[in-house]
């Protein structure tokens, strides 16, 4: 029997895929027709193409599978309607596809978002049981498809679902933009605030997800997944730039300017036709009071531990991005 693995050309949906072929599991990778599947396939990963909104390609890569590990969505769009449709009408497709399968799977992993809790209420972590207040378009969205995930389910197939926070490592292209900066010799102060947050290791939150996915404790429960030490952002910046390497000077960007950069970036982004990778949206996210999340649920009921510290995972992280020419060598 196949795990389904959707996302899996992406950053988090490869680690997912690789840790439970590493455990074992033989991996379906549900792949747009639009993506290059090339490298999953040299990997021996086999592929269903298929799209989140083609409901019959959907059916057909369920079929036969016996668990499903739903990764894919958009953390960026052209707009809240094209973002819904995907992260969460795609999910509701998906778990109706799956409780349609002749045989269904026996159990459902949803790969969430810590942005669907929302940001952290002062100093206290954010914990499963708090009533989510997502502050962007996109953590509205994720907590559509969990919402979505739980309508359309049926009680057969238990649902998991995994909220990380940010997360970094090998192929991650969210964060790459600290580490390009920091290889150019400048250290990012962002705001005035410490704001701080949790973060995860790519690696390690795939670990985190096969546990939720075979652990019996965890059908019907929603986890954090993330170190269990936050870090204020400067700090977490000026670790990125450590692990670099290289001389850097910090240049402060007040709040106000995150604002104005936020607007330029999507208004140029919608002059091009783009999917704005810096927005509105995302300001609102980063100048949130925190983004720190309690993993406690999931240490104590999976057993989950980050198997490395965030320096040894930065410094690895950013040795890759060197070697394979993403980010330039850094000052020196």
């Known amino acids: ?170 192929w991650d292209r969210g964060l790459l933009a600290f580490f390009d900066v920091a290889a150019r010799g400048l250290l990012l102060r962002l705001g005035t605030m410490p704001r701080p947050v949790s973060i995860v290791h790519g690696e390690d939150l795939a670990v985190g997800i096969r546990l939720a996915l075979e652990s019996p404790v965890a059908e019907g429960r929603t986890y954090f997944i993330a170190d269990p030490e936050p870090h204020p952002i400067d700090e977490l910046l000026a670790r990125i730039a450590a692990a670099v390497g290289g001389r850097t000077r910090a240049v402060r960007v007040p709040e106000p300017l995150v604002r104005v950069a936020g607007v330029v970036a999507e208004e140029v982004a919608r002059f091009r036709g783009a999917t704005p990778l810096f927005s509105r949206d995302k300001v609102r996210e980063f100048l949130a009071e925190g983004w720190v999340c309690d993993p406690g649920r999931a240490m104590r009921e999976l057993g989950w531990r980050p198997a490395r510290t965030l320096d040894e995972g930065l410094a690895a992280t950013a040795r890759w991005y060197r070697e394979r020419g993403w980010t330039p060598s850094p000052k020196i």
Do not use: W
Request: charged fraction near 25%; include cysteine; charge should be positive.
């Open 1 to 170: 029997m196949e795990t389904l693995v959707t996302g899996a050309t992406g950053f988090v949906g490869r680690h997912v895929a690789e840790e439970l072929a590493r455990c074992g599991r033989s991996v379906r990778c549900l792949v747009r027709r639009t993506s290059d599947a090339a490298d999953l396939e040299r990997a021996g990963f086999s592929v269903a193409l298929g799209e989140l909104l083609d409901q019959p390609s959907l059916e057909e890569a369920v079929r036969g599978v016996d668990a499903v590990v739903h990764v894919a969505g958009l953390i960026a769009a052209r707009s809240f309607t094209e973002m819904r449709r995907v992260n969460a009408e795609g999910v509701a497709r998906l778990a109706r596809a799956s409780a349609r399968a002749e045989v269904p799977p026996r159990r459902f992993v949803l790969v969430s978002s810590l942005a669907a809790a929302g940001p952290s209420r002062g100093a206290r972590p954010s914990r499963e049981e708090d009533a989510p207040r997502p502050v962007s378009r996109y953590g509205l969205s994720k907590l559509m498809g969990e919402r979505a995930a739980l309508r359309s389910l049926p009680g057969s197939i238990p649902l998991t679902i995994v909220r990380p926070p940010a997360v970094y490592g090998p």
